[in-house]
């Protein structure tokens, strides 16, 4: 891979610890980077649990949710003359909702009078 096709990515978790960084190919998918996200995961009481799957772990850039098959040569635009030669992504892992006793999940109910 040469050195101008590649890019370093760290990913910062909600409670700031990082996983990597790591190197990639602009050729690399966002759901290829969400995988080594999930073979990385950290293990401990202070971190959320493993996510199942890439669809439950989001990927934020600039502000931005990136789709699955968004390469990072494309994510590479919004950085535009970013300076340093590790780029930081955000991890949100969207945990599934608890099921109540009944099955239902919880959630909030309006009723319109």
Same mark, same amino acid.
């Given at each position: 891979?040469?050195?101008?096709?590649?890019?370093?990515?760290?990913?910062?978790?909600?409670? %700031? !610890?990082?996983?990597?960084?790591?190197?990639?190919? !602009?050729?690399?998918?966002?759901?290829? &980077?969400?995988?080594?996200?999930?073979? $990385?995961?950290?293990? %401990?009481?202070?971190?959320?649990?493993?996510? *199942?799957?890439?669809?439950?772990?989001?990927?934020?850039?600039? %502000? *931005?949710? &990136?789709?699955?098959?968004?390469?990072?040569?494309?994510? *590479? +635009?919004?950085?535009?003359? +970013?300076?340093?030669?590790?780029?930081?992504? $955000?991890? $949100? $892992?969207? !945990?599934?909702?608890?099921? !109540?006793?009944?099955?239902? *999940?919880?959630?909030?109910?309006?009723?319109?009078?």
């Amino acid at each position: 891979m040469a050195e101008e096709d590649s890019v370093e990515i760290r990913f910062r978790l909600n409670n %700031g !610890s990082d996983i990597g960084p790591f190197k990639y190919s !602009s050729a690399a998918t966002v759901d290829m &980077l969400k995988q080594r996200i999930i073979s $990385h995961w950290p293990q %401990g009481k202070r971190f959320p649990p493993l996510p *199942k799957s890439a669809n439950e772990v989001k990927l934020i850039s600039s %502000g *931005k949710i &990136l789709e699955n098959n968004v390469t990072v040569g494309q994510c *590479k +635009i919004p950085f535009g003359d +970013i300076e340093e030669e590790v780029i930081t992504m $955000h991890v $949100h $892992h969207l !945990s599934p909702l608890p099921k !109540s006793k009944a099955g239902n *999940k919880l959630g909030c109910s309006c009723s319109i009078m």
